[in-house]
């Protein structure tokens, strides 16, 4: 099934398009905050959608749990939601990955569409199909394929989010770049920050994800690019998801892109002209994020289902633009990235 993905002043093509699915009930899953700050904006945008039900989930991703989906299937059972229901989610990637877990799995699956309102789920966490909570301590552990049957993307949702969300949105958008060309990179990282949370730069951004994603929907080889920063990534996210100062997902991939960049410096010949864009571009945008950690805080997580504790294998870059999958990397050659 393919996602449709509408934007905005797509409002009454997407009201028809969920007309023609004839539904037995819309539900609505929002978090706290866009519960809040954009069921308000969506029902002025989408009126039909003001007597639908609703359920509320805590914020955040220490709420992306078991615990939390079986509230939201509690909720789903006590309004006799079935496969012929739908179930519309609100909010960041937090809520369209367990969201869409949810719905995946209920009654055996029942429809879904995200509507992202952040920037990190505008142009990214709401496509591609993979949906998922944490759990035992791991990023998501658990989770599901099972593609949205429609985006909604409208810009308004942004002007609610706190700048330190909005910013973490960059990094998977920079990363989209790196996958890109480097003059892409380049533009990124050089163009002002009102340019990047554009509607334009959401297409762009949003339609590098779609080009790979449609080739490779199951993750089998050309999608695991899109791990690009992610490995060492998640594990830094893991990492701090335990402490008291926890990352957004945003900051803990662009934590792991300088990392994974550094190795491609050392495997691939990967020019260090890359890497000094990166650390001008985490200046530029994310100039708070000053965390420490250390190889030892984080190597657990990295090793964590691996049979080979000597190495672990991860998506590289030879050249912005061509990144190689399943690189195998020695535990000692990403030690020596944390000194960076
Ligand atoms: N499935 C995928 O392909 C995919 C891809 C990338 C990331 N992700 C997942 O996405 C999650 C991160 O997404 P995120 O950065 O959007 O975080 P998030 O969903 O946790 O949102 C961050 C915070 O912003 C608040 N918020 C959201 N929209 C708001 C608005 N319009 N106004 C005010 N506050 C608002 C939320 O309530 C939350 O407190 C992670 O769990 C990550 O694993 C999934």
């Known amino acids: 099934m393919m996602t449709e993905l509408f934007f905005n002043g797509d409002e009454h093509r997407l009201m028809a398009f969920i007309a023609e699915q004839q539904y037995n009930q819309i539900i609505l899953l929002a978090d706290t905050n866009t519960n809040g700050h954009c069921i308000p904006l969506l029902r002025n945008l989408l009126p039909r959608l003001m007597n639908s039900n609703r359920i509320v989930i805590p914020s955040g991703e220490q709420n992306k749990t078991l615990d939390v989906s079986c509230l939201i299937w509690n909720e789903l059972n006590r309004l006799n939601a079935g496969r012929s229901s739908l179930l519309i989610n609100i909010g960041g990637g937090m809520v369209s990955d367990i969201g869409g877990f949810a719905a995946s799995v209920f009654k055996r699956g029942m429809d879904f569409i995200n509507i992202p309102t952040t920037l990190l789920s505008m142009t ?170 250390s190889y030892s805080d984080i190597r657990d997580f990295l090793l964590h289902d691996k049979k080979n504790k000597t190495g672990i294998r991860m998506s590289l870059l030879k050249n912005p633009g061509d990144c190689e999958i399943q690189v195998l990397v020695q535990d000692h050659q990403v030690m020596e990235t944390f000194t960076i």
């Open 124 to 293: 990214d966490a709401c496509y591609g199909g993979k949906t998922g909570i944490d759990f035992n301590g791991l990023k998501n552990n658990l989770g599901t394929f099972q593609e949205p049957l429609a985006i909604y993307i409208h810009p308004i949702f942004l002007q609610t989010v706190p700048d330190r969300i909005l910013k973490s949105g960059l990094a998977e958008s920079v990363k989209h770049a790196l996958l890109t060309s480097h003059d892409q990179f380049r533009y990124y990282c050089q163009a002002p920050f009102a340019d990047l949370i554009s509607v334009d730069a959401i297409r762009n951004s949003i339609a590098v994800k779609m080009s790979i994603v449609t080739k490779d929907p199951k993750d089998q080889n050309l999608r695991q690019t899109l791990n690009l920063g992610h490995t060492i990534g998640h594990a830094i996210e893991s990492y701090f998801l335990q402490t008291n100062t926890p990352l957004l997902h945003g900051e803990a991939v662009l934590l792991g892109l300088k990392h994974e960049i550094k190795l491609s410096e050392g495997i691939f010949g990967l020019s260090e002209t890359v890497l000094n864009e990166l650390m001008i571009f985490k200046e530029k945008h994310f100039a708070e994020l000053k965390v420490s950690y």
